[in-house]
């Protein structure tokens, strides 16, 4: 079955790291995004890999603090995010399978859902 399942999230203090990975299974994707969503907010993409070109998107608030990256080996997904900021508190999901006509960081795009994990700056 295809399965995509987070892990990494946790309490942070500001200007700490974390790194979030999420490990598929069941088949191997070509594109894979995070998002992330906080209380009454809407679920905004953070970042995005086309692993075929190498290709990455960023939201403009975690250029250069963010990087996302993917093991092809390990089938794993990863988002290295550092010098956090109480602002990244959120809900993160990682997404796979956007469609070629699909915008990155549109949520309804995707596929395929992990189950989220807690990321809490404080």
């Known amino acids: 079955h295809v399965q995509l399942v987070e892990s990494g999230g946790g309490s942070a203090l500001a200007g700490g790291s974390v790194r979030l990975s999420c490990a598929a299974s069941?088949?191997?994707?070509?594109?894979y995004s995070w998002f992330r969503q906080a209380p009454g907010q809407e679920r905004e993409g953070v970042a995005a890999?086309?692993?075929?070109?190498?290709?990455?998107y960023y939201l403009n608030s975690v250029e250069g603090r963010f990087t996302i990256s993917h093991d092809n080996a390990k089938n794993t997904l990863y988002l290295q995010m550092n010098n956090l900021k109480p602002g990244d508190t959120a809900m993160y999901y990682c997404?796979?399978?956007?469609?070629?006509?699909?915008?990155?960081?549109?949520?309804?795009?995707?596929?395929?859902w992990g189950q989220g994990t807690q990321v809490t700056v404080s």
């Open positions: 997404a796979a399978d956007r469609p070629p006509f699909g915008n990155w960081d549109e949520a309804d795009v995707y596929n395929y």
């Open positions: 069941g088949y191997t994707f070509n594109t």
């Open positions: 890999i086309d692993t075929g070109d190498g290709s990455t």
